[in-house]
């Protein structure tokens, strides 16, 4: 099942400071990061550790690699079924400080 998104700001939580969120779902996902997740979008270059929240009642924050233009949107995304969601913790976020 497809899921929908919301991107929110990142820099407004608290305790979750990190300099290339990126690399930090590359190492949580433990895959390649290739393309933008947005289900419709084939960007593959400059893309951009983003902080969401799935809108299907979900509270968890998590980590998605979207390109600026998807990163910068306000309104609910749909992204591809094979994307991997990584949670924030705050323990890997101490670990690849």
Request: glycine letters at 6%; proline letters at 4%; charged letters at 20%.
């Amino acid at each position: 099942m497809m899921a929908k998104i919301k991107v929110i700001d990142g820099a407004s939580i608290e305790n979750y400071h990190y300099e290339n969120w990126l690399k930090y779902w590359k190492k949580y996902s433990e895959e390649p990061v290739l393309y933008c997740a947005e289900r419709s979008c084939l960007c593959c270059g400059n893309l951009i550790g983003t902080h969401v929240k799935k809108t299907n009642g979900d509270h968890n924050i998590y980590i998605i690699p979207l390109c600026p233009i998807h990163h910068s949107n306000k309104h609910e995304i749909h992204v591809n079924n094979h994307t991997k969601f990584v949670p924030l913790h705050q323990e890997g976020i101490l670990e690849l400080v």
